[in-house]
């Protein structure tokens, strides 16, 4: 069974700096992706950025330049290092992970940019 922990979410004033890491376990095929989604309150989830176990990367447009996404493949973690942080990146974020076809969810961390 696969499952996803996160951790490194909290409360962060806007141009501040927080990382998110999840580490998943259970059995996991070793061509696969990793990353995050967002949901704000009343909001659709959305993609953050994803990172294949081959090192192709895909960020949403509204974090390019300030969100670095990376990650361990021997250990099956996945890190959000997320900079200059305004307002709008409050919300739930989801760790996420994606291997032959399935995907699979970590129950969310939050993160809340306010002054």
């Known amino acids: 069974q696969v499952q996803l922990v996160e951790s490194g979410g909290g409360l962060v004033q806007p141009g501040g700096s927080l990382r998110l890491s999840c580490a998943a376990s259970?059995?996991?095929?070793?061509?696969?992706?990793m990353g995050w989604f967002r949901q704000a309150p009343g909001e659709q989830r959305e993609l953050v950025a994803t990172?294949?176990?081959?090192?192709?990367?895909n960020y949403a447009e509204s974090v390019k330049g300030r969100f670095t996404i990376s990650r361990e493949n021997t250990k099956s973690t996945v890190s959000l290092q997320m900079n200059s942080l305004k307002t709008e990146d409050t919300a739930v974020y989801y760790c996420?992970?994606?291997?032959?076809?399935?995907?699979?969810w970590g129950q969310g961390t939050q993160v809340t940019v306010s002054s």
């Open positions: 259970g059995t996991i095929f070793s061509l696969n992706v």
């Open positions: 990172l294949t176990s081959s090192g192709l990367t």
């Open positions: 996420y992970l994606n291997f032959r076809g399935r995907t699979y």
